[in-house]
């Protein structure tokens, strides 16, 4: 079964301090995972598709990379409106289209 | 903003009650799936249709039902509600069934009392 662990579940950073959220899977087959940012009581805003091993993506202040076990969600000079729950989610190559997400891990930014 | 929709935003009801929770894709998207949140769980995917059939199924219980109309529009059926039935839905398009990138709207916040 496909499997998605984020760590760590919260991060609190000054403004301008960077850090990186973790995102760990096991699963049949990548096809792609995803980075979603989820503001509190609001549907999940895509982010990023990363598909291949050593693929980068970035935007503004956010980049994500992937590695074969797992992808890094790296966040330089955050400001307070980066607070969020970063929510990780794979999809595999068989089976059905259903996204597998992890738990998410909780950002504040303090001024 | 996604360009999916959802109605209503919040709905409160009772234990025992049936729901109508509805969603619009995005223009030209095909696909639509279906998901539940709550505080524990995390999202859970439960049903997708692609262009009015059924593709594939998550841990939907038996008393939801969905389905997908010639619009594209689609509904999701709660019945004999349980407290546990408390969460947010999220309905989620994408262009079709091969497109990885899926799409979620605003989500109704479901209360059971």
């Known amino acids: 079964e496909d499997q998605v662990t984020q760590s760590p579940e919260a991060l609190r950073l000054q403004e301008g301090e960077s850090s990186s959220l973790n995102c760990s899977y096991t699963?049949?087959?990548?096809?792609?995972l995803f980075w979603y940012r989820q503001d509190p009581g609001k549907g999940p805003e895509f982010l990023f598709t990363?598909?291949?091993a050593g693929e980068e993506k970035e935007k503004e202040r956010l980049k994500a990379t992937l590695t074969k076990k797992e992808s890094f969600l790296h966040i330089t000079a955050p400001k307070p409106e980066d607070s969020a729950t970063y929510l990780c989610a794979v999809l595999a190559n068989f089976g059905n289209e259903k996204l597998t997400f992890g738990t998410g891990t909780r950002l504040t930014i303090i001024p | 903003d996604s360009g999916v929709t959802q109605t209503p935003k919040h709905l409160i009801t009772a234990t025992g009650q049936r729901v109508t929770l509805r969603c619009s894709p995005r223009s030209g998207d095909l696909s639509v799936y279906w998901y539940q949140q709550s505080l524990d769980q995390g999202l859970q995917f439960l049903i997708q249709y692609y262009n009015g059939e059924e593709r594939a199924k998550g841990n939907i219980l038996e008393r939801f039902s969905a389905q997908q109309f010639p619009d594209l529009h689609s509904e999701l059926n709660l019945s004999s509600l349980e407290l546990g039935d408390s969460a947010l839905y999220f309905c989620?398009?994408?262009?079709?069934?091969?497109?990885?990138?899926?799409?979620f709207g605003p989500g109704t916040r479901l209360l059971v009392l």
């Open positions: 699963v049949s087959g990548l096809r792609g």
């Open positions: 989620a398009s994408s262009v079709d069934e091969g497109e990885e990138t899926q799409y």
């Open positions: 990363l598909y291949s």
